[in-house]
């Protein structure tokens, strides 16, 4: 049955949309629908909105002005391709950053088997831009203009004639349809089917069979194989105007045939295809490959009996306060706020209020600070704000508002709209709906924060059954979703958390795709931390964020070698990516303005309460450890040589000379009688190796595999550097050590030093690291550490007793709960592995919590301190007569000081104790007795 017959002619003319007029008034409009607390529905109708009863053709033009942005009424895992430019939607043919590969470093090749090679094929993939309101199903058609503007050109200096970006046929421009997910492109594409003009002059269907059977596995890159029909086509030259109609219509219950005809000039082909029903359901696009010029004029879609979905939008993708920025600047508190947004623009104001309903509306409160839009070569519509604080945080919780350009952009319109749903990429929710306000919560003991590792944004999808919780979806990589569970932190508001701590793969740069562009960078990024949920809790708490090896774009980011790999061509990646990656990573997580590609980032840091009471620490283990093999690039083959220094060498460094005299300083004077630290990835070496490798489960039990890389990214595989951290942290009382990246929940404390060390996550991933032999309760590492395990939580066990999970229990995608509590003569600790679907009265995963207090903590004292009163709620400084810092501390408000002992200072020893309040200072001498 034909279109016409299967509907009847439509004379009505196609919607057309002046997008120039309206994305100048609302900068907020996504297809036909909008976030209402941005824009009001009467300029919704008037300008986008189609009767409910009508199958008019929708026509999307791109009349606006320039920009790298392609539209709020258009959505992509791939934004780099485009740009707006004099009027239509144009292929973006370079970008910084845009010939990466995936890969690790070299020694993935020998853990996995396989040959490391230096060279390689760079050509890109399809990239594919859809229209998010149109899902079609059944019969439909699309008309889309086209204007060519060039060929492909020839091979640049040093480039191989033979990639494929360079051979006749891989250059494509055409449409998408029956796409299951917005975010099918690239090498993200399973069954959808792309149509077009290909640049050896055929006019092409490209993807399943008739059968539907997929031509090429997603993931491993594009092959000329994946043509079903084509037929020969004309010859295009620069500025032919071209045209490409496409209609679907269901021949069968089972079958639909796709009639094609493509024109330029007056010359004109086409060519027909029947394929299973089902493969034509979906998003519908615009696709590019290879590097022919072209942009797209108009794009219209008669969608028969379908409807447009209501999609909202969040013009702020995510504006969040950095905790860790958080200081008192001349008597006025000030922190810096990150914000990443959709659309261009030039000013953003955050507003901070104490009520959330102040007098005179948010409009009348005063703008606490302002920064600017910055669009560049590496950073895309983000700015950074420092703002003052109207009080200080730790008397109250204050409340912010986000305003770009006068407008106020912080409610999240993607809520309750077929902006969340099946295909979008969006599956988690907000408690209360997307009309929140942002909140600083109130900064006093017990200080409660939640850790959160290893977020994947591709894999199945959890969903409650009658039999439990079940996984669909298995690794269907075009599969994008923000969170991996419905229910996902469901119950967060319950647990009153203040912080968000963000520690290692926060958002996996190169896991979906090794992104070749700074917009699809930050399009990764933004799947990552700015869907519904995510933002809603960055937008709620106050952050810290602390990035690991893939959120720089490669595996196994550490040592000198990452160094390198931004400097050096030839190493087998492309340096401009790396080091836009770089740029991209400390930017975010730090605030800064402007980052050196070259330079080593120096982002430890600490975080102290505005009450003096607890601090929080920022480490990097990573990028200034030491090389994990000073051959690994040698001329003469890096596998060559083996073990030429071993893991226990004692010169090796984790934090480096500077970092851990940093760190050393810090634990000998901060006052707070709680420290928790992050950034240090497991100190005990209590994991195993990878499969695929001689590790420590298997020939080696007492000594790690040199050249297993999962092992070797471990701080614990620089035994030196452990050992000494371990020694500088049980030097006083009150310290905890927590990290992600293991993808395992687990709690566990040193037996001589009594440091605890805990690991949190995954939040999305799944692959959690094996456990090494004679794993247990009590235990010892493959460095002969004695262990207490008190929570084990793992994708094959819930205890440390290695129990089996239930059956029907959820997957054990996992944060932890971390409370201290400073407010006890005997400050308390206590620490819980809770599960994402979980509320505070659920009993803790893994096998229980560790509740404790800082007394237990630490290396018992050697010498004991008499009873000390001083000024009260002063810092208090311990040292030796010659003025060496011992360790810090604090009175409570009637000037007791309550440590009960110095760790490694002998009894007799005579020791000075220094008291500041602020505004007095007071001295005393006390000697250690027994």
Known sequence: MSYEKHHGKNQSSPLEINRREFIGKTAAVTGSAIAASVVSESLLAKTLSTPANTTSPARLVFDRPDSMFHGHDWQTLNPGYWKIENGALRRRLTNYGDRARRTGFPFHAQTHGFEFKTEYDPSLDSGIIYAPQWNLTGAFKLNVRFTFRGPRPDPGEGDDPNWKMYQDGYGLMGVAIGSSSLFESYNKVGNLIRIGWSDNQKLQVIGPSKNGNRTSQAGTGESFDQVVKST??????????????????????????????????????????????????????????????????????????????????????????????????????????????????????????????????????????????????????????????????????????????????????????????????????????????????????????????????????????????????????????DQPTVEAYKHLEDYDFQVMVWEDDVWYMELLMYPPSTDDAYKIVALSICGPTSRWQMMRHWNVINPGDHDYGMDDVKGPEQIVIRKTSGLGQDPAYMRRNFQIVHHLTTGAEEVDPYRNPKKWRSWKMPNRDFTFVVLDS????????????????????????????????????EQFGWLQELLSTDSSPLICITGINGLHTIWAGAKNGETASRNHPKNFEQRDRVTADYAGWVKAGADRVLELLGSRDGVTTVYGDVHNGCI??????????????????????????????????????????????????????????????????????????????????GLRVRNLVDPPTEAPRGGGPLETTSTQTGRRPNGKLPRIKTLPNADIYFTDTDGKSIRGARSDEDGIVHIRGLVDVQPGTKVVVNAYDGERSESHVVWLGD
């Open 622 to 657: 990573r990028l200034w450890r030491s090389s994990q093999d000073v051959d690994i690039w040698d001329d003469q083959g890096w596998n060559a040589f083996k073990s030429l220094y071993d893991r226990t060498d004692p010169t090796r460094s984790l934090l480096g000379e």
């Open 748 to 829: 566990m404390k040193n037996v001589d030093h009594r440091v605890i060390e805990c690991s949190f996550g995954p939040i999305g991933r799944s692959g959690g690291r094996a456990l090494i032999p004679g794993f247990g309760p009590t235990m010892k590492d493959v460095d002969d550490r004695d262990v207490e395990i008190h929570s084990l939580y793992h994708s094959q066990f819930s205890s440390p007793s290695q129990d089996k999970h239930a059956t029907g229990d959820p997957f054990y995608w996992n944060f932890l709960e971390m409370e201290f509590d400073s407010a006890h003569p005997d400050p308390k600790i």
């Open 232 to 481: 020969d086509a004309m010859e295009l030259s620069a500025g032919d105007e071209c045209q490409l109609d496409i209609t679907v219509n269901p021949e069968t219950d089972q079958e639909s045939r796709i009639d094609v005809r493509f024109q330029a000039g007056n010359k004109s082909c086409s060519l027909s295809h029947v394929v299973p029903k089902e493969l034509t359901a979906g998003f519908v696009g615009i696709v590019s490959r290879g590097l022919i010029d072209f942009e797209v004029n108009m794009f219209q879609v008669d969608p028969g009996q379908n409807k447009p979905g209501n999609i909202g939008v969040a013009d702020c993708l995510v504006c969040y306060p950095l905790g860790d920025t958080l200081a008192l600047k001349d008597g006025q508190w000030t922190v810096r706020f990150v914000g990443m947004f959709a659309s261009d623009g030039v000013t953003i104001d955050i507003r901070v209020s104490d009520s959330e309903t102040p007098d005179g509306g948010w409009e009348g409160v005063p703008v606490s600070g302002t920064g600017k839009i910055v669009d560049n070569q590496w950073r895309r519509n983000t700015a950074i704000i420092d703002v003052r604080l109207p009080d200080s945080p730790s008397e109250k919780t204050l409340f912010y508002t986000v305003w770009k350009d006068g407008r106020n952009v912080t409610a999240d319109g993607r809520v309750g709209t077929d902006a969340c749903g099946p295909g979008t990429g969006f599956v988690g929710d907000v408690p209360g709906g997307g009309n929140y306000l942002g909140r600083l919560p109130q900064l006093k003991a017990p200080y409660k924060l939640c850790g959160l590792s290893c977020h994947a944004i591709n894999s199945g999808l959890q969903s409650r059954t009658e039999n439990g919780w079940q996984i669909t979806g298995g690794r269907d990589v075009w599969q994008v979703r």
